[in-house]
């Protein structure tokens, strides 16, 4: 059994900065890609930021230049650094990341359950 456990999330006032953290623990063989998602009221979930095993990442343009994220492979945790907050940048923050649990099997995707990001004055 696998889960991803978020944390950081919380209120902040734009222009702040926050950072998020999920770790994956249980019966873990190999994680490709780590990501975050996030889904504002009334609107699809809609990818943040990506990270290869090997460090490439890829992120949303509305995010280029403030957001970073990062991973430590040794403890099985992303992170996301959020920088210059804007208040459309509210939203519930999801962890994702593609698993595979034994050896030659397929990657499957799981979910956090979600870290609440509020950017207001």
């Known amino acids: 059994q696998v889960q991803l456990v978020e944390s950081g999330g919380g209120l902040v006032q734009p222009g702040g900065s926050l950072r998020l953290s999920c770790a994956a623990s249980?019966?873990?063989?190999?994680?490709?890609?780590m990501g975050w998602y996030r889904q504002a009221p009334g609107k699809e979930r809609d990818l943040v930021a990506a990270i290869t095993s090997g460090g490439s990442t890829n992120y949303a343009d509305s995010v280029k230049g403030r957001f970073s994220i990062s991973r430590d492979n040794t403890k099985n945790t992303v992170y996301l650094q959020m920088n210059s907050l804007k208040p459309e940048d509210t939203a519930v923050y999801y962890c994702?990341?593609?698993?595979?649990?034994?050896?030659?099997?397929?990657?499957?995707?799981?979910w956090g359950q979600g870290t609440q990001v509020t950017v207001s004055s």
């Open positions: 994702n990341a593609d698993i595979r649990v034994y050896f030659s099997g397929p990657y499957y995707p799981y």
């Open positions: 249980g019966t873990i063989f190999s994680i490709n890609v």
